[in-house]
């Protein structure tokens, strides 16, 4: 299709409206989906035990680990370099979590993917090294909001499998690095603002923004199938 076809979510907006916001309106659809899966609703609707929450949650370690293995390699690129923040660092809570969850270490060495899991990590590594702008897309997606919804899914959590407030099982949602997040957050869409990208690119990152966030759906169904609701 010849890109004067496409009436992209860049074009439609005013050439003034910040990139950050662009992101969010043009992933709203996306996110509305991913939060209302069957899986989510499940999850904080108290429906599902504790076995499907720790699976979940190795689906997390999968996808940080694709996203956390390749920061260092990113720290200078221009365009993902400014995102590199070792404060947001996932894996030392998710590993915590999970010898938690799994009452020991053993699971380091058993633990596996599900298939969309793999796609999506595959996703995120190959952007690691061939596209930065595309691995921004993941970080946003995943980072901010883990910042934000993913506290209501801690406090679920906590109230469902009766995990210790802020404490194993849940430090994943825990950023004891950030002091505060909605300063956090204004300061993260700064720097969305002041990516050197042209309108194009633009259009490419938003684009994968919505990948990112089917990607996400595409877990949720999956666990979706392994984990039924119970009650
Ligand atoms: C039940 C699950 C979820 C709930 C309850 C939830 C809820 C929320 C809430 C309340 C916000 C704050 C909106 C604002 O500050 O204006 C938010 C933002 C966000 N969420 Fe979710 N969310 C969920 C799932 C997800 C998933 C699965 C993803 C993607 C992996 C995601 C990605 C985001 C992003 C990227 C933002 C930041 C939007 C922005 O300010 O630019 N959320 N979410």
Redesign the pocket.
Not at 34 to 48: I, P, V
């Given at each position: 299709m010849a890109a004067s076809d496409v009436t992209s979510d860049v074009t439609a907006q005013s050439a003034a409206t910040p990139f950050?916001?662009l992101?969010?309106t043009a992933?709203k659809e996306?996110?509305e989906e991913?939060?209302?899966?069957a899986f989510?609703?499940h999850?904080?609707g108290g429906r599902l035990g504790v076995d499907a929450y720790r699976r979940y949650t190795e689906q997390l370690w999968f996808v940080y680990d694709a996203m956390e293995s390749a920061a260092d390699g990113l720290r200078a690129d221009p365009v993902a370099g400014p995102f590199i923040d070792p404060g947001l660092f996932r894996l030392p809570s998710l590993r915590r979590d999970l010898d938690h969850l799994h009452g020991g270490t053993d699971w380091r060495t058993r633990v596996r993917p599900l298939p969309a899991t793999g796609a999506y990590a595959a996703r995120i590594a190959e952007l690691a090294r061939d596209w930065p702008g595309g691995y921004v897309a993941h970080h946003?997606?995943?980072?901010?909001?883990?910042?934000?919804?993913?506290?209501?899914?801690r406090g679920k959590a906590e109230q469902t499998w009766g995990f210790a407030r802020k404490g194993d099982g849940v430090r994943f949602y825990v950023f004891e690095e950030i002091g505060n997040p909605a300063a956090f957050?204004r300061a993260y869409?700064e720097r969305?603002d002041a990516l050197p990208l042209d309108d194009l690119e633009k259009q490419r990152v938003v684009d994968e923004?919505k990948r990112?966030?089917a990607l996400?759906?595409a877990v949720?169904r999956e666990l979706g199938e392994e984990f039924p609701a119970s009650a």
């Amino acid at each position: 299709m010849a890109a004067s076809d496409v009436t992209s979510d860049v074009t439609a907006q005013s050439a003034a409206t910040p990139f950050s916001t662009l992101i969010r309106t043009a992933s709203k659809e996306q996110h509305e989906e991913a939060e209302t899966s069957a899986f989510m609703s499940h999850l904080l609707g108290g429906r599902l035990g504790v076995d499907a929450y720790r699976r979940y949650t190795e689906q997390l370690w999968f996808v940080y680990d694709a996203m956390e293995s390749a920061a260092d390699g990113l720290r200078a690129d221009p365009v993902a370099g400014p995102f590199i923040d070792p404060g947001l660092f996932r894996l030392p809570s998710l590993r915590r979590d999970l010898d938690h969850l799994h009452g020991g270490t053993d699971w380091r060495t058993r633990v596996r993917p599900l298939p969309a899991t793999g796609a999506y990590a595959a996703r995120i590594a190959e952007l690691a090294r061939d596209w930065p702008g595309g691995y921004v897309a993941h970080h946003y997606t995943r980072y901010l909001g883990d910042l934000s919804g993913g506290q209501i899914i801690r406090g679920k959590a906590e109230q469902t499998w009766g995990f210790a407030r802020k404490g194993d099982g849940v430090r994943f949602y825990v950023f004891e690095e950030i002091g505060n997040p909605a300063a956090f957050k204004r300061a993260y869409r700064e720097r969305l603002d002041a990516l050197p990208l042209d309108d194009l690119e633009k259009q490419r990152v938003v684009d994968e923004c919505k990948r990112a966030f089917a990607l996400n759906t595409a877990v949720f169904r999956e666990l979706g199938e392994e984990f039924p609701a119970s009650a």
